[in-house]
């Protein structure tokens, strides 16, 4: 079953715009994590935010957790033609939890 | 590190062979999860070991599916026989401990006519 669950689907932008890619959850987590997938090739781990964290940045990413709300969200900031994938949140539920749990991820388009 | 191998890159095979996927993981991660994924369904689990170990096969879709795990730098997955539904992307992905941030392979597109 799925955890996370990507908003929106697809999301086309101009080169040097912002893109927001958000994610609700069901349960309780240990932490979130951010993947990108190139077309046709495999995830590419890009940002890990614990439950007790609410922001995390990592260069032009900046992730926020609300746990309240169950949700997250995926800022990136002054887009590029290369950062056109799609972005999938996973969730780890619990400690001692080791399952990965994927939403069916975001499309970004990046339009140079 | 070359990071998560995987062969071979796509497999093209016909209703009732068997096919087997071969992983080899970045050394010293003591986590290793194989994943399809698909259009229709996304990125499922189907196997997860620790330490050479299987420690959750519930994602295993039916006994065709076999997954072996012989030392801490090879593990493959097998079906057997395959059929035309099993077409998809076959992912390995390993990690230092399972919680913790997963480094996924290239894949393998597996299609079964």
């Known amino acids: 079953s799925q955890q996370g669950e990507e908003d929106p689907q697809a999301l086309s932008i101009q080169e040097g715009e912002n893109a927001t890619m958000n994610c609700s959850y069901k349960t309780s987590i240990n932490n979130l994590q951010w993947y990108r997938q190139n077309s046709g090739r495999g995830l590419v781990h890009l940002i890990l935010i614990r439950s007790n964290e609410r922001e995390k940045h990592s260069g032009r990413l900046r992730v926020t957790l609300d746990t309240s709300k169950k949700s997250s969200s995926l800022l990136i900031t002054a887009s590029r033609a290369a950062d056109t994938a799609s972005y999938f949140c996973?969730?780890?539920?619990?400690?001692?939890?080791?399952?990965?749990?994927f939403g069916k991820g975001t499309k970004l388009s990046v339009i140079p | 590190d070359a990071g998560v191998i995987q062969s071979p890159r796509h497999e093209v095979t016909e209703m009732g062979q068997e096919v087997t996927l071969r992983c080899k993981p970045i050394?010293?991660?003591?986590?290793l999860f194989w994943y399809r994924q698909t259009m229709m369904r996304g990125l499922e689990l189907l196997i997860y070991f620790n330490n050479n170990v299987p420690i959750d096969d519930s994602g295993m879709p039916e006994d065709r599916f076999s997954a072996k795990m012989p030392n801490a730098s090879f593990s493959t997955l097998k079906i057997q026989p395959s059929e035309p539904r099993d077409s998809a992307v076959y992912f390995c992905?390993?990690?230092?401990?399972?919680?913790?941030?997963?480094?996924f392979g290239p894949g393998t597109r597996l299609t079964v006519l």
């Open positions: 996973a969730t780890v539920s619990g400690a001692g939890s080791y399952q990965l749990t």
């Open positions: 992905a390993s990690s230092l401990a399972a919680y913790n941030e997963q480094f």
């Open positions: 050394s010293g991660h003591n986590s």
